[in-house]
């Protein structure tokens, strides 16, 4: 019942947006009572912190191809896809709006945002010091904004068109560069 709850939060979010979403809306698209939901969470603020915060301990699994252009150009290739899935689509920037205007949501997402990424780009340049192809002394977090910024920004702040494959080859040659000049 609680995973129902869950993917109906989501589907709310998409179809009206945090500000209208209300917790009579997800019960019926979870097919459950109002009480169902107020028994696990006391608003829908505590509804959409609990699924954000749950968002950032699941995080992607760090991809292992044996090279630093591999791992790149696979994490691009995934990241692409999930940012353009129409519920993701819909949902992030919803909650980028409501957290300019609630510190609460605005600390879960970006927990979520940080740490799922965090993760992800850790694995990459870790593997890729290891193999030798990045510095040991490679400026982390720069290498963190280098890696998740650029589909972010395309996918989400400006919204532009899905980047043609040639694209993700262009960012993962590019990105690698950037590293290996760090």
């Known amino acids: 019942m609680t995973e129902a709850i869950r993917a109906a ?4 979010l998409a179809a009206v947006g945090y500000a209208r979403m209300s ?3 997800i019960a019926r698209r979870a097919g459950v009572g109002k009480t169902a939901v107020y ?8 509804l959409v912190l609990d699924i954000v ?18 791992d790149l150009r696979l994490l691009y290739e995934v ?8 519920v993701a689509s819909q949902v992030i920037p ?17 927990k979520a945002l940080r740490e799922g990424q965090d993760g992800v780009a850790t694995g990459i340049v870790t593997a890729a010091v290891r193999r030798g192809e990045l510095r040991q002394d490679i400026d982390h977090d720069l290498a963190l ?3 998740s910024g650029p589909l972010y920004w395309r996918s989400v702040v400006i919204r532009g068109p899905k980047p043609p494959k040639e694209y993700l080859g262009a960012l993962t040659r590019a990105t690698a560069g950037a590293l290996k000049a760090l």
Request: hydrophobic share 40%; proline share 7%; charged share 30%.
């Open 94 to 110: 919803d909650l980028q709006a409501e957290a300019a205007r609630n510190p609460e949501i605005a600390e879960a997402l970006q």
């Open 145 to 147: 904004d280098l890696i």
């Open 79 to 86: 990241t692409s896809r999930a940012l353009r899935h129409p």
């Open 39 to 46: 028994r696990r969470w006391r608003s829908k603020l505590h």
């Open 23 to 25: 917790i009579e809306g």
């Open 53 to 70: 915060s749950a968002l950032a301990v699941q995080g992607l699994p760090a991809p292992d191809t044996g090279s630093l252009e591999g």
């Open 9 to 12: 939060v989501f589907e709310e």
